[in-house]
């Protein structure tokens, strides 16, 4: 649910890896408990021609499709931006807002709308979305099988 | 009450004139037919179009804003779905940090690792 994702595309212009979590070094290592090594030597095994790149029934089946809500959770974060870039900040948080309550596994709706709420993305309404999502057992990183 | 609208159509800011009743964003058909993409087998409507059913008759979401006179119809879920189903990388631009514009169809016949990240 959080940054850094990656995608992959051929030279065809055709996505051959969807959205995943790809970390190019280990600084953050200790609060994801993710090693870059993984990622990055499958990575190294596409771009030099070692490993085809998955057929594409496989590469659907890891997509992660959106829902009608997910779909009203987009509209609204892009009204709410409208309006703040327009200088309407209350406005737009009623959006933020929604839009977060109709996502709330989407941390770049939830996130991404923080600064613009006037809330550090850094700070303690951070850390307790934070922890209510990893205490209910969701994990914070769903990096793709490879 | 009439008023001067703001729809926003996947982004694209159309300024129209409404008819707002209410909680209902009234629409006249040359309105409507000048906004949606012409669909065969889609006639034009007879009268007045309320906005939300408008929406809700496409299948499309809509974010409202009646203080603010503004709304926002997106992609159905089904459409975006079609479209990640594709596999075809969706083509944008964006600038550097030095202002000059990247695109991904610049890019064709090289292998391209799209990544995202945030500066918080």
Same mark, same amino acid.
């Given at each position: 649910?959080?940054?850094?994702?990656?995608?992959?595309?051929?030279?065809?212009?055709?996505?051959?890896?969807?959205?995943?979590?790809?970390?190019?070094?280990?600084?953050?290592?200790?609060?994801?408990?993710?090693?870059? /090594? =993984?990622?990055?030597?499958?990575?190294?095994?596409?771009? *030099?021609?070692?490993?085809? @790149? %998955?057929?594409?029934?496989? #590469? &659907?089946?890891?997509?992660?499709?959106?829902?009608?809500?997910?779909?009203?959770?987009?509209?609204?974060?892009?009204?709410?931006?409208?309006?703040?870039?327009? /200088? =309407?900040?209350?406005?737009?948080?009623?959006?933020?807002? *929604?839009?977060?309550?109709? @996502? %709330?596994?989407?941390?770049? #709706? &939830?996130?991404?709308?923080?600064?613009?709420?006037?809330?550090?993305?850094?700070?303690?309404?951070?850390?307790?979305?934070?922890?209510?999502?990893?205490?209910? /057992? =969701?994990?914070?990183?769903?990096?793709?099988?490879? | 009450?009439?008023?001067?609208?703001?729809?926003?159509?996947?982004?694209?800011?159309?300024?129209?004139?409404?008819?707002?009743?209410?909680?209902?964003?009234?629409?006249?058909?040359?309105?409507?037919?000048?906004?949606?993409?012409?669909?065969?087998?889609?006639?034009?409507?007879?009268?007045?179009?309320?906005?939300?059913?408008?929406?809700?008759?496409?299948?499309?979401?809509?974010?409202?804003?009646?203080?603010?006179?503004?709304?926002?119809?997106?992609?159905?879920?089904?459409?975006?779905?079609?479209?990640?189903?594709?596999?075809?990388?969706?083509?944008?631009?964006?600038?550097?940090?030095?202002?000059?514009?990247?695109?991904?169809?610049?890019?064709?016949?090289?292998?391209?690792?799209?990544?995202?990240?945030?500066?918080?």
């Amino acid at each position: 649910v959080n940054v850094p994702t990656t995608v992959w595309v051929d030279e065809a212009g055709r996505i051959v890896r969807p959205n995943d979590v790809g970390f190019g070094t280990d600084t953050f290592r200790h609060l994801t408990g993710i090693d870059s /090594g =993984r990622y990055l030597g499958v990575l190294q095994a596409w771009v *030099r021609g070692d490993a085809p @790149a %998955p057929d594409a029934d496989r #590469i &659907r089946a890891r997509q992660a499709l959106p829902t009608p809500a997910d779909q009203q959770a987009r509209a609204e974060f892009a009204l709410g931006a409208w309006l703040y870039e327009r /200088g =309407r900040a209350a406005a737009a948080a009623r959006h933020f807002e *929604r839009a977060g309550e109709l @996502a %709330p596994h989407d941390f770049t #709706i &939830r996130r991404g709308s923080m600064p613009m709420r006037g809330i550090d993305p850094m700070g303690p309404e951070f850390r307790a979305m934070f922890r209510a999502w990893t205490e209910a /057992g =969701r994990p914070y990183y769903r990096p793709l099988p490879d | 009450m009439e008023a001067t609208f703001t729809l926003l159509d996947e982004g694209r800011a159309v300024q129209v004139s409404a008819r707002i009743v209410g909680a209902r964003i009234e629409l006249a058909p040359e309105v409507v037919t000048g906004l949606l993409a012409p669909a065969p087998d889609r006639p034009p409507p007879a009268g007045m179009v309320e906005l939300g059913e408008l929406a809700s008759g496409l299948n499309r979401p809509l974010a409202l804003d009646l203080d603010e006179r503004v709304a926002y119809l997106g992609t159905p879920a089904d459409a975006r779905g079609r479209r990640l189903a594709s596999l075809e990388a969706p083509d944008f631009a964006l600038p550097d940090l030095g202002g000059r514009i990247h695109t991904l169809a610049r890019q064709r016949g090289k292998k391209v690792l799209l990544v995202a990240w945030a500066s918080w």
